[in-house]
């Protein structure tokens, strides 16, 4: 067996390795896979190992697309015993494969019913109310925002907005623009589509799939890597773009997705943490002044490994703050996070958490205990006052 192949049955792909130096069209399927997989992150959502398998057999050719996605289909039909995290990975893997498909394709509607298209052929399959503009009113707890919410458009107007802020924009001259301006200008365009909301799930994988084909549309030669790479940061980014408080003196913030585009569209390598969007944050989350994103003496080993720590010891400064003096099960805990993988909501936030000794269990000698909940140790309250002691 080859090693690449020896890779993606256990669950990974080197997707920089097509990237870079893969033939043309291998290239360009593993790019649309690399993106289609990083935007379950968004939902914390985590793909199967035979999802990576399938993908590469679509990348090297041996499948077509439509062949892939029947497979994936079958896979989930046919498969036994089923466990409690399948449906989840259920979910990352069929809209990871109509991504895909719906990228692959030449074809873009510009319009209301293009958007709700994206929506519908993204999530066939997954979603009985896929391509359905949603019936009822919403509101998200946002750990950026210290749980409040996005003002999200009252439903009986989402078809009216959407054709509105698109007839906009289709009548807007872009060629009178800069390439900064232009940043500024999608920023608050794609802002502005998400803040509708349109979907009772699905929403930001929706305006990221519309935005790339967009972006194309124009002329530009989107690199799939950012929202592969950040696409919770992405989310985050929106969230911030479209949430004010007067009262608390807090105004709707475009520059962390403007820094999303500028990285996108310009080249440009701004450091791009979800903690620097964190409402008020203590200092030491402050974004710094300037950075030097170019050290060329540190190894690329060396800048892994640093991010993949700051990364977990972000996760459990998130997990605090979200936890604060409460008590939460499990479930309550995800669901204030926006997050759906239990496996890695416990790998990445729960378990180093608790082996840092910031959070224990309430019934630490019964850990199956029915009315479990998770709450702060003294180490972990001292690390919450610090946080909270800046926040108004």
Request: glycine share 4%.
């Amino acid at each position: 067996m080859d090693k690449e192949k020896e890779k993606a049955i256990k669950g990974y792909i080197n997707f920089d390795e097509y990237i870079r130096h893969g033939e043309p069209n291998k290239r360009e399927r593993a790019e649309l896979w690399n993106l289609a997989i990083g935007l379950q992150a968004v939902d914390g959502l985590k793909t199967s190992n035979y999802l990576h398998e399938t993908a590469r057999r679509h990348i090297e050719g041996e499948l077509t697309i439509d062949e892939a996605r029947q497979l994936i289909k079958q896979y989930y039909l046919t498969k036994t015993p089923h466990n409690a995290n399948d449906d989840d990975a259920e979910e990352a893997d069929k809209v990871s494969g109509n991504i895909v498909k719906v990228l692959n394709s030449p074809t873009f509607s510009f319009s209301v019913n293009g958007y709700i298209s994206v929506h519908r052929r993204i999530f066939e399959g997954v979603f009985k109310h896929a391509g359905e503009l949603r019936p009822y009113d919403i509101t998200k707890q946002e750990w950026g925002l210290r749980g409040d919410t996005v003002n999200y458009l009252n439903w009986e107007d989402l078809r009216n907005a959407l054709d509105y802020d698109l007839r906009q924009e289709a009548a807007f001259d872009h060629t009178k623009l800069s390439m900064e301006e232009f940043v500024r200008h999608i920023s608050q365009f794609v802002a502005d589509i998400w803040q509708i909301h349109a979907f009772r799930e699905g929403n930001t994988r929706t305006t990221a799939v519309f935005t790339v084909q967009y972006l194309r549309s124009l002329g530009f030669n989107v690199e799939n890597t950012s929202f592969a790479e950040h696409s919770w940061y992405f989310r985050n980014a929106l969230v911030r773009a479209n949430y004010s408080n007067y009262q608390k003196r807090i105004l709707r913030d475009t520059s962390f997705l403007e820094m999303f585009f500028r990285n996108l569209l310009m080249g440009e390598n701004n450091e791009l943490k979800n903690r620097y969007m964190l409402i008020n944050p203590p200092i030491e989350w402050q974004a710094p002044q300037k950075e030097n994103l170019n050290d060329t003496n540190r190894t690329s080993t060396e800048q892994v490994t640093e991010q993949v720590a700051e990364q977990v010891a972000e996760q459990v400064r998130i997990l605090v703050m979200v936890i604060g003096r409460e008590h939460y099960t499990l479930k309550q805990l995800m669901d204030r996070m926006g997050l759906k993988h239990r496996p890695n909501f416990l790998e990445n936030y729960i378990e180093p958490a608790i082996r840092e000794k910031y959070v224990r269990l309430l019934y630490p000698d019964k850990p199956r205990h029915p009315r479990q909940k998770y709450m702060l140790t003294v180490k972990g309250t001292i690390l919450y006052n610090e946080m909270a002691s800046t926040e108004y």
